[in-house]
């Protein structure tokens, strides 16, 4: 206490004051580590979920985009696939008396008519299909069922020639031997309508032209006399010899030889396309529907007039280029 006497009282309060100083420093100090303590905590936390939030969720979030997730309408396409696939060679439908079965036989004109591109992918196909459905009133699923099928022959078959006008003499020109499949057929079985083989020479002119037939062609640039493929089986056939005809294949069949042929009218062809010339056969008409000549006509034979008779790969009629086209 005396020590406190003999210090000056000025000294004493800066010494009083320093050392409250020191005392609040202190306090302060603690108070805010002892903040940081607890409040670091509870914010790493909390940006710690917001990181495991946006991991997760794209966790989440990459599966979906990497499993490729398709719309309702590729859904559907990928079905009809598997439909068309079974129905090719299934479906079961009536034609010329006759149960048939599957519509593989004529895949290049079911192409041609919806606008399906021949080395497309089977969904491509069943797309095509669709948008062909869609137009016509049908249900647009993609698959060639039988309704879908029953409609296609209908425009197949609308397609052909109209009415069966007998041809005078006069109407009729003679086809040189060299045109002929078969070089020893007579004469009197080789007619056709004028027009009609005049559109003919101008088409197969154009297909000997086309390096990827791979046709033989002679100087003068029509098929090689050797050449089988293109030329005419047979043209103009009389009501009588159609008569003789069926006689001689009493099981043919309505589809196989018509009563009221178009042959009777000049304008119908039957081209050589490979196999047997004119053979109704499945497996015949499975390997004509396959060769190149086949496949040219089907792309090109409208430029000239012709429409296929779609159950006989070989059959052709002439039409008209307005109206082919």
Not at 231 to 257: D, I, T, Y
Request: glycine residues 8%; aromatic residues 8%.
């Amino acid at each position: 206490m005396s020590l406190l006497k003999s210090i000056p009282l000025r000294i004493l309060f800066f010494l009083v004051c320093a050392l409250l100083i020191v005392v609040l420093k202190s306090n302060g100090a603690g108070s805010r580590s002892q903040t940081r303590k607890e409040r670091t905590p509870a914010s790493d936390r909390a940006q710690s979920e917001n990181t495991s939030n946006v991991v997760r969720l794209s966790a989440e979030a990459k599966p979906t985009a990497s499993a490729g997730l398709k719309s309702p309408d590729n859904a559907v396409f990928d079905a009809a696939v598997i439909s068309n696939t079974q129905l090719r060679n299934s479906l079961e439908w009536n034609f010329g008396g006759k149960l048939q079965r599957g519509w593989n036989l004529y895949t290049l004109l079911i192409g041609d008519l919806i606008g399906a591109n021949l080395g497309g992918t089977p969904e491509e196909f069943a797309s095509q299909l669709s948008l062909w459905q869609r137009k016509t009133g049908i249900e647009p699923t993609g698959v060639l069922d039988r309704d879908t099928w029953s409609q296609m022959i209908g425009v197949f078959q609308s397609r052909r020639m109209n009415g069966r006008t007998y041809p005078t003499p006069n109407d009729l020109v003679t086809i040189p031997v060299t045109d002929c499949y078969d070089p020893t057929r007579p004469e009197a079985l080789r007619s056709a309508e004028r027009q009609t083989f005049v559109a003919y020479k101008r088409m197969v002119g154009a297909a000997a032209a086309d390096s990827t037939v791979g046709l033989r062609v002679g100087p003068d640039g029509q098929l090689d006399p050797d050449e089988k493929f293109l030329k005419v089986v047979s043209a103009f056939r009389s009501r009588e010899h159609q008569e003789l005809l069926r006689k001689q294949s009493p099981n043919s069949g309505r589809a196989g030889l018509a009563v009221n042929s178009p042959h009777f009218t000049g304008r119908a062809l039957d081209l050589y396309v490979g196999g047997e010339p004119v053979s109704t056969k499945d497996d015949n008409r499975a390997i004509q529907t396959q060769t190149a000549a086949y496949r040219w006509l089907v792309k090109n034979a409208a430029r000239f007039g012709f429409r296929p008779y779609f159950y006989e790969p070989w059959h052709w009629e002439y039409v008209g280029t307005s109206t082919a086209q």
